[in-house]
Structures are given as C-alpha cells and as structure tokens.
C-alpha cells in the first residue's frame, strides 16, 4: 500500500511539524546533490550515463586506470594465458602438417622471457614470496612457485632455440612441441594457484592505503623495465601475433 496521509482534523500546530519535517528533507536531499557536484561525483541525470562514462572518483578511483598489486598480477596472467593459446596454436598446427612462421612462435617466447619472466616473475620473486615467508605464510607453495619459474626460464630457452630458424622437418618442430607442452601443462595450474591462494594471502598482509602504495610502486617498475606503453604495449603485441594466427576473434572459440 502507498504512504498514509496525514489526517484532515490535525491541528495547526501538527501541520506545521509535518510541514517543516518535509522541507528539511528536501533541503537535505538539495544539500546532497549540491555536494555531489562540488565533490566532482558528476552524475549526468539523464537517463543516457552508465558507470563506465561516470568520473573515476564516482567508483572511488583516484584515476580510471589504477589497479591495486594483485589486479595488476592477476590480468598480467591474462597476457600469459594468451601466449599459451599461441603456443596451442602452433602445436595443433604444426600436427596438422601447416606449421607456422617460426617467427611468430619466436615472438611469443620472446614476450615470456621479457613479460613474465624478466618482470612479472621478478616481481612475485622480490616482492611477494618473500613478505609471504618472513611470516612463515604459504612457504611450501612459495617454493614450489620459484622451483616452476626457473623450469620455465629453462623451457623458453629451449623454445628460443627451436624457434630460431623455420620448422622445415618433424624433428625440428618436436624440439618446439616438447618445451612448450611441458610449459603449458606447468602454467596453467601456475597461475591458478597463485590467483586463488597466494595473491589472496599476499592481499590481507597490508591496510588498503598500503596496497594502494604498493600498486604504485608495482606500476612504476613495469614502466621502467617496458617503457611507457607498459603492460598495454604488451597486450598489443600479442594481439598482432594471434592475429597473424588467426584466432584473435574471440568468437571463433564459441562452439558450434
């Protein structure tokens, strides 16, 4: 049922109350806008705005392309997990007799070794697992984790060196298929265990205006080790190596 109206015999005094009640509502409510303007919240009142048009201080965002440290772990895993569909490719391709460019399988290691190992697993290595074990936190998985990085680094090296002329015979794209099976199969349980346990508890050890700090500092390495287009830079890098595979367009992994 709707609000029930004040009665019609109420006294001069009784609706003078309800009266100033409802006008220090709407002043309220004026006050409230009035500050969400000042404030730079910017909500455009016209039915057409959504959240993503919205200022970053209306999502409580400093500026729309923070992360905090484990967000900025976590979607530098996306870019692992899409040179692994590449190293998919060139297997599934090289097994149906059309291999390749070699050149291309070439660049996509080339990206480990710079991306993930030289700085992403840097990171993991000198600032994660180590605040992690000073508290005696996850310590078997910590050593396990460092354990697969130096397997990968040993099994991008392997990739390079297959990768370093055309795959003209079947034993020279076996020295591709070997490494890089043995990486994929190693990487994917990687990650999800470091994105579901150790990025969770490497999270809780701080106040989030720490994190906040720590996200910054994560942001200024990858600049000075990537350059200024930094982690974008890298994603399109390989967006033009899918492309050259053909499986850029995400629709062609929806099954028929």
Do not use: W
Not at 131 to 138: F, H, I, P, Q, V
Not at 178 to 190: D, E, G, K, L, T
């Amino acid at each position: 049922m709707g609000c029930i109206a004040a009665p019609l015999d109420m006294n001069d005094e009784g609706e003078q109350i309800v009266h100033s009640e409802n006008s220090a509502r709407d002043e309220s409510r004026r006050n409230f806008v009035s500050a969400a303007a000042i404030g730079g919240i910017g909500l455009i009142l016209t039915g057409t705005s959504s959240v993503a048009q919205q200022p970053a201080a209306a999502q409580g965002k400093s500026k729309p392309s923070d992360v905090n440290a484990t967000e900025d772990l976590m979607r530098e895993h996306g870019v692992l997990n899409r040179v692994l569909l590449i190293y998919e490719e060139g297997i599934r391709r090289i097994n149906s007799g059309s291999p390749p460019s070699a050149n291309v399988l070439s660049s996509a290691a080339g990206i480990i070794r710079k991306f993930i190992e030289a700085y992403h697993e840097k990171l993991e290595e000198e600032e994660v697992f180590p605040r992690l074990e000073k508290l005696g936190k996850l310590t078997d998985l910590t050593h396990v984790l460092r354990a697969q990085h130096a397997a990968g680094r040993k099994l991008t090296g392997e990739i390079l060196k297959a990768t370093s002329a055309a795959l003209k015979s079947k034993a020279q794209a076996q020295e591709f298929i070997r490494p890089a099976q043995q990486f994929i199969r190693m990487y994917r349980p990687h990650e999800a265990r470091e994105d579901t346990v150790l990025f969770p508890a490497f999270h809780a050890l701080f106040t989030e205006e720490e994190f906040d700090r720590l996200g910054d500092q994560f942001e200024e390495r990858e600049h000075q080790l990537l350059g200024s287009a930094g982690f974008e830079g890298t994603v399109e890098q390989v967006a033009q190596l899918e492309k050259a595979l053909g499986i850029y367009e995400l629709s062609k992994f929806t099954p028929a």
